[in-house]
């Protein structure tokens, strides 16, 4: 059965797009990049899911020309996005190695010990907080995805599933403030934001610290990264942007670090602006970066339409010219991008017949929209492919070392993005 968008009953009541800033309120009337109709991400499917509707959602992204928040139409709620989720943080080895010399670092550096807490926002399957716990720091993790929360709680994580806010913040802070509150990954997926950072003011100690990392807008534009892009994103963030939010609840960024994690990102440190009267040179040199992108202008935002359509055509090209050749393409990797990539450029079983996860929970399942199947990671060294697509190109390292064997039979790997590049 063919997807269609939802008609206005079936949505939920928080369906229906705004147009004004999540951030400051202004009209929004610039558009970033319109990636066309896509299913939301994380909605991996079932054989029997394969016959029936799935609702597809505009994959429109604004600018705000006030503050530059980039950010999409909420078409869906939060809470049916997160509740049940397919992302588990402990596939990743790269991604653990990160986590665990982060907790070693502001173990040392914040003094933390048996009476200090750490609070960690979306914290997953519990893959950041263990390292705080195996040295004997108290921690508590807030995750709304019933699924994740649930193994963490077996593994010995106190987790409470819920959605982060003033409201949940409240109740905490009554019974004990945090003196280091961790946000990785997640402000990108909060609607509203203001609610969420005022959620850091009211949970965190006086002289306690907010960290959090978030893909930097800057790479994304720079480096063409219009698959990062999708619904379970509501925003994108340059640090002006979001300097300017956390001033707007009394919280200071007074340090920033580059990471090399989801593209490119920034760890900001944060904390209540009465205790921190200075701020590192690092903060001043990415704003000074971003102005020099132009990034405080709209003509950066209103060009980026034109690379998404480049990088389309690259990779249709690519796929075309490997079918008509008799070459085999396999995918290597599930994420969120990409289903933005393969559903914005058409791309079907018939020209990517398989994809590979090492994430059981989705095995055996079908990439939304597609409909492409992923199967174990098996499957490569079975049917021998002549070019492995490494889909999560983040992690691109990482996989090559587990999958070196393909180069055994003449296979070779393939960035799909941001033009293609096949791997000698």
Not at 56 to 76: A, D, H, S, W
Not at 401 to 411: H, T
Request: aromatic share 10%.
């Amino acid at each position: 059965m063919p997807p269609v968008a939802p008609s206005p009953s079936s949505r939920s009541s928080a369906s229906q797009p705004s147009r004004v800033c999540r951030a400051c309120g202004s009209r929004l009337e610039v558009v970033f990049a319109d990636l066309g109709n896509a299913p939301l991400s994380n909605s991996y499917l079932s054989e029997l899911e394969l016959d029936t509707v799935e609702h597809f959602y505009p994959l429109r992204v604004f600018v705000c020309g006030e503050c530059f928040l980039v950010q999409l139409e909420e078409f869906e709620s939060a809470k049916a996005i997160f509740s049940d989720y397919a992302y588990f943080s402990s596939y990743s080895s790269s991604w653990l190695d990160h986590s665990r010399r982060y907790a070693e670092r502001m173990i040392g550096e914040l003094g933390l010990g048996a009476d200090s807490q750490v609070v960690e926002v979306a914290s997953n399957d519990g893959y950041l907080l263990q390292y705080f716990a195996a040295q004997g720091v108290p921690i508590l993790g807030i995750e709304p995805a019933v699924n994740v929360a649930k193994t963490a709680v077996e593994r010995g994580i106190p987790t409470i599933v819920e959605f982060f806010g003033a409201a949940s913040a409240t109740r905490l802070a009554d019974q004990r403030q945090a003196e280091l509150i961790v946000a990785n990954n997640v402000m990108a997926h909060v609607p509203d934001i203001n609610d969420f950072i005022e959620g850091f003011r009211i949970l965190l100690a006086p002289q306690g610290r907010v960290t959090g990392e978030f893909p930097h807008l800057a790479r994304l534009i720079a480096e063409e990264q219009f698959d990062t892009i999708y619904h379970e994103h509501f925003s994108y963030f340059s640090l002006m942007t979001l300097r300017r939010i956390f001033n707007s609840h009394g919280l200071e960024i007074f340090d920033v670090e580059r990471l090399a994690t989801h593209g490119g990102s920034l760890r900001i440190h944060a904390g209540h602006a009465s205790e921190h009267a200075s701020v590192s040179p690092a903060v001043e040199e990415v704003l000074h970066e971003e102005r020099e992108l132009d990034l405080d202008t709209l003509a950066p935002y209103q060009a980026f339409g034109e690379v998404c359509v480049a990088g389309k055509l690259d990779l249709l090209t690519f796929l075309i010219e490997a079918k008509r050749s008799g070459r085999s393409v396999a995918g290597y990797g599930a994420p969120a991008k990409a289903n933005t990539l393969l559903n914005y450029c058409g791309v079907g079983p018939e020209l990517l017949p398989y994809t590979v996860d090492l994430n059981p929970h989705k095995q055996d399942r079908y990439l939304p929209g597609t409909h492409i199947p992923i199967s174990a990671p098996d499957r490569i060294r079975e049917e021998r492919p002549d070019y492995v697509m490494l889909l999560p190109w983040n992690i691109a390292g990482e996989i090559m070392e587990q999958l070196a064997f393909v180069r055994d039979w003449g296979g070779r790997f393939v960035m799909p993005r941001p033009r293609v590049e096949v791997i000698e």
